[in-house]
């Protein structure tokens, strides 16, 4: 299965700071069509998980463009230009290049300091 | 607007079964596979089964093969687990999610709480 291994687990920043958090895959996540199946995923407390980014750097229907998403082969990372109160919560890298199964990172908790 | 409603969660004894519903609206259901997600209490996400969008291809997480069917009514857009010999470390926040490049949408989760 394929392993995939967030840093940093805790992210304290300051409101209107910028935010990255990285997942490294333990093998390439470029699919046998030239694609790159890797998503992140918000999960505000007490909310259900929400996609921010798919395909490395396509953000979701009404995301907003301070979330950005960059990354090739095994090297991922999500972005936030300036962390504003709503973002509070856990971020998730998943991969759904090899599957099954779908693997998920370990999350990421961002607060604010 | 999209929506997934799960239901069916509950309380069940170890070695029981329940079966989990998810009623889809707001989309194209039938174009869609699917995908079942647990969480555990204060735990990561884990993926537990797939379903293409005609139900003809199933796949499992290792943890719940042989116990855990999945399976769907295209007619009315409604996405199933049943679950048996169930265990405690299967007690988790189910949800039911829809495919699109990954994991799209998420449902808000049914709680099954395997307990005696």
């Known amino acids: 299965d394929v392993v995939l291994t967030q840093s940093p687990l805790s992210l304290p920043v300051t409101l209107g700071q910028p935010a990255s958090i990285s997942c490294r895959s333990s093998?390439?996540?470029?699919?046998?069509?030239?694609?790159?199946?890797l998503s992140w995923i918000q999960q505000r407390p007490g909310q259900s998980p929400r996609r921010l980014i798919y395909k490395v750097s396509n953000r979701d229907s009404g995301v907003p463009d301070r979330f950005s998403g960059s990354g090739s082969g095994t090297d991922f990372t999500l972005k936030i230009s300036r962390v504003e109160a709503e973002d509070v919560g856990v971020y998730y890298c998943m991969q759904a290049t090899h599957w099954p199964p779908y693997t998920f990172g370990q999350g990421t908790k961002l607060e604010i300091k | 607007e999209v929506q997934l409603v799960e239901s069916g969660g509950g309380l069940v004894q170890p070695g029981g079964s329940l079966r989990l519903s998810c009623a889809a609206s707001g989309f194209t259901f039938s174009s869609h596979w699917m995908q079942w997600v647990r969480q555990a209490a204060g735990k990561g996400l884990e993926w537990v089964s797939h379903?293409?969008?005609?139900?003809?291809?199933?796949r499992y997480a290792d943890s719940v093969k042989g116990r855990f069917t999945v399976s769907r009514d295209n007619a009315k857009n409604t996405l199933y687990l049943q679950m048996n010999s169930l265990r405690a470390e299967d007690t988790a926040l189910y949800y039911c999610?829809?495919?699109?490049?990954?994991?799209?949408?998420w449902g808000q989760g049914t709680l099954v709480t395997v307990s005696s």
């Open positions: 093998q390439s996540l470029v699919f046998s069509d030239g694609h790159t199946y």
């Open positions: 379903i293409n969008n005609d139900g003809t291809d199933t």
């Open positions: 999610v829809r495919d699109w490049y990954g994991v799209d949408f």
